[in-house]
């Protein structure tokens, strides 16, 4: 650049030699110096010193010397029980002993090879309900073809609305109705045929048997059984 103004003032005045050219210098720009201008690092990957040189955790006394902390083992962690406590342990006695403090400490089972005390107990027996010997032609295939064959089982030409103390007034053998689950059943053909027996059938005879009936054999189909005993519905008084 120096040497373009020279030759540009040379050529503009000829008459001036090249010695009375004034020389132009170039000096580097000053750095003006700011305090809140941040170092710039180059490419330095190394953290920073944790924690920081003027922090109160370098400041306390023994920094810098803790060792490696010391993996434990199992029974290091878990250490066994004092003497007196083992010695107090009595094979075969259940339950829990206490040493001095109240210090519970369960006590070893007799046998491993023995079984639980509760399998040792014998199962509870389930009283039976005796067996009724019905009649010759009173099975449930009999029972079956008689309300095939199309004989009056209701004793009623249309179903009726039966209250509670109509209900009552049908508690005889000869004339025994039973409600179960809202439907009301002449239950009189059925009682020969029930395999608990007549005497059974009669409990519920003029009442509600729904409860007896759910917890001696909920299991049948009652609907399906004395579809052609169905006499009318209960109702309220």
Known sequence: MASYLKSWLYAQNPETTSS????????????????D??????????????????SAQRAASGFGTQTVPQILTDSQLMPPPPAPLLAARRP???????IGNSLAVPSAPSSSLLPPPTTTKPPLKVAKRA?????????????ANLKKSGQDLRGTDTLLRVTPS????????????????????????????????????MRVAGRDGTKLFASTHAW??????????????????
Request: with cysteine.
């Open 131 to 143: 067996k009724v010997a019905l009649a010759p032609g009173h099975g449930p295939l009999d029972w």
């Open 220 to 237: 049948v189909n009652l609907d399906y059984m004395l579809d052609e005993c169905l006499v009318g519905f209960m109702v309220s008084e």
């Open 20 to 35: 009375g050219i004034p020389s132009i210098e170039t000096s580097p720009p000053a750095v003006e110096e700011d305090d």
């Open 166 to 201: 109509m209900l009552k007034e049908h508690r005889t053998r000869e004339d025994a109705w039973s409600a179960f689950n809202g439907k009301v059943y002449n239950i009189t053909h059925y009682l020969p045929y029930h395999p608990g027996g007549e005497k059974e059938l």
């Open 92 to 98: 075969g006695v259940s339950g829990t002993s206490s």
């Open 37 to 54: 201008t941040e170092t710039v690092h180059g490419e330095d990957d190394a953290p920073p010193a944790f924690p920081a040189v003027n």
